[in-house]
């Protein structure tokens, strides 16, 4: 018979955009008018726990103390909000009046949301969550059952699953072993990607594709509609190298947290491939929402693809949004509760017609030039600065459709992680893992190319026919031209293809 002690601690952990903060909630039970208080920073929806964990005490079987009842969640600067910190909630109050042993408390981090009836319902980012209190120094969590599979993807953390209130308190006692599961996930299923192989007709397009693929490049395709642009950039995962291990958990961290995992196999071992309608707004682009910010697409396609299709039908405002994260890897997104940082290390694919009226032969255009280029003005100099390739799409010849057919996405995904196991052994020791990672700075000095390579190069800056950022950009696409044919460093030739890439297919 355990003895009441009038004050119950607990631990958990809350989230904080992407940062996971541990949480101590302390319940005190105090004589007076019966009542229930929370502070430290809650929001709305944690204000309403209240509710929650009053019934849900009461409907497991256990009693709801008739007294002043008060839970303090700590450090009070924090904000904290989410229906996570239910279960800790109710057993610290359960742990203050003696209906709860604390045997196991310690080292212990409990997660999760109550029913009215005592459930524990799933949570929203329980990985990076215990992500945060493994490298706090926790050794144990107790999480909902549906969120266990996604739980045991970490490492150096028991995990154990509940099904309701009164099974956590069963555990405490030591009358029952929490569920859990052993693969927790991490066999991949059959991948969904069509393959390159249904591509015809379209030689220089598919090439540019694994271009960019094995450098992860941005690129840019127009051409009329019904020419293969979507298909083409739809196929592009299916070429791209497996997530490494850290890139997986990074990747499964960021869709927990906007709530889109799986549950029955959550952990993301294919890049994401990201694709919102060319009306999204800036806020559904880099994330938003109230209090503090959520994933938008650009970080929900991290270490993937994020796809605008007819991108010349966004606005200049959105399109010019995304400049900050093609450069940094990383989108801030200022809100009432504070700077959302979120990683957005992804690959822009773009597509656009050549116009409004996009016939199917460009003859038959009836827009004027001065149309023409203000439909495709949209994409601004700063955007179009960061995209390395572009790529003008011709309709195929008379027989191409029948008689043609393309290499599969097996085959050209070898030529990729070939290439791109080349650029990560060059780049090791840097910390780099890609040849667009690679600061200008450094391929300026440290791995200069020859003179007569760097010429092509200086003479596009000579004659204004590219900026600063575009002669940086057209080395790292050289490099990745390099590790294509395996080579050892970029030749003229190299350099010459890279800023074709660079300075065609715009129609600008």
């Known amino acids: ?100 042993l604390t045997t196991l408390l310690s080292g212990t981090v409990m997660i999760g949301e109550l029913a009215l009836d005592g459930r524990l319902r799933s949570t929203r980012g329980v990985l990076p969550l215990l992500l945060g209190a493994r490298d706090a120094g926790f050794t144990r969590a107790v999480v909902p059952t549906e969120n266990v599979a ?83 950039a739809c196929r592009l995962p299916g070429i791209l190298p497996r997530l490494s291990h850290s890139e997986s958990l990074e990747v499964t961290a960021i869709h927990s947290v906007a709530g889109i995992l799986p549950a029955h196999r959550p952990l993301v071992v294919t890049p994401p491939f990201v694709a919102p309608h060319h009306s999204a707004s800036i806020t559904a682009l880099l994330g938003g929402g109230t209090g503090m910010a959520r994933p938008g697409a650009v970080s929900r396609a991290h270490r993937g693809v994020l796809f605008l299709d007819e991108c010349a ?40 017609n050549p116009c409004p009226c996009a016939p199917v032969n460009d003859v038959d255009c009836v827009c004027t030039s001065i149309v023409r280029r203000r439909y495709l003005g949209k994409l601004s100099g700063p955007l179009m600065d960061r995209i390395d390739i572009r790529v003008q799409m011709e309709p195929p010849g008379d027989t191409a459709l029948m008689t043609e057919q393309g290499e599969s996405s097996a085959v050209v995904g070898a030529r990729v992680a070939q290439a791109r196991e080349a650029a990560r052994d060059r780049w090791r020791d840097h ?15 440290r791995f200069r190319l020859a003179p007569e390579a760097m010429k092509p ?5 000579r004659e204004g026919r590219i900026t600063a950022r575009g002669a940086d950009r057209a080395l790292r696409l050289a490099w990745t031209l390099t590790d294509l044919r395996g080579g050892t460093s970029p030749d ?16 600008r």
């Open 150 to 232: 996604e739980a045991v993807l970490v490492d150096g953390i028991e995990v154990g699953g509940a099904d309701s209130l009164s099974d956590v308190v069963a555990w405490l006692a030591g009358n029952l072993v929490l569920d859990t599961v052993h693969d927790g996930g991490r066999t991949p299923e059959p991948s969904s990607v069509p393959d390159m192989t249904d591509v015809v007709g379209q030689p220089a397009a598919r090439h540019a594709l694994e271009v960019a693929a094995a450098g992860a490049h941005h690129i840019l395709m127009t051409g009329p509609p019904g020419i293969g642009k979507t298909m083409l």
């Open 492 to 507: 003229v030739d190299d350099v010459v293809q890279a800023l074709m890439y660079r300075d065609r297919g715009s129609g």
């Open 313 to 352: 039908e966004m606005g200049s405002k959105v399109l010019d949004s995304l400049r900050q994260p093609l450069e940094d890897g990383t989108v801030r997104v200022a809100r009432r509760d504070g700077t959302a940082v979120y990683p957005a290390r992804f690959q822009l694919i773009l597509s656009a």
């Open 457 to 461: 190069i200086e003479s596009f800056l």
């Open 431 to 445: 910390g780099w893992m890609t040849n667009t990672e690679v600061p200008g700075s450094a391929l300026r000095r």
């Open 1 to 100: 018979m355990s003895v009441v002690t009038d004050l119950g601690r607990v631990h958990s952990v809350g989230l904080n955009a992407f940062a996971a903060d541990v949480v101590e909630i302390q319940a005190n039970i105090s004589s007076g008018l019966p009542g229930f208080r929370i502070s430290g920073s809650a929001d709305t929806s944690l204000k309403e726990a209240k509710e929650r964990v009053r019934a849900a005490v009461n409907n497991s079987g256990l009693k709801f103390p008739e007294k002043q009842v008060t839970v303090a969640l700590a450090p009070a600067n924090l904000p904290k909000s989410g229906a996570g910190f239910d279960l800790a909630m109710a057993v610290a109050v359960l742990v203050a009046t003696g209906q709860a």
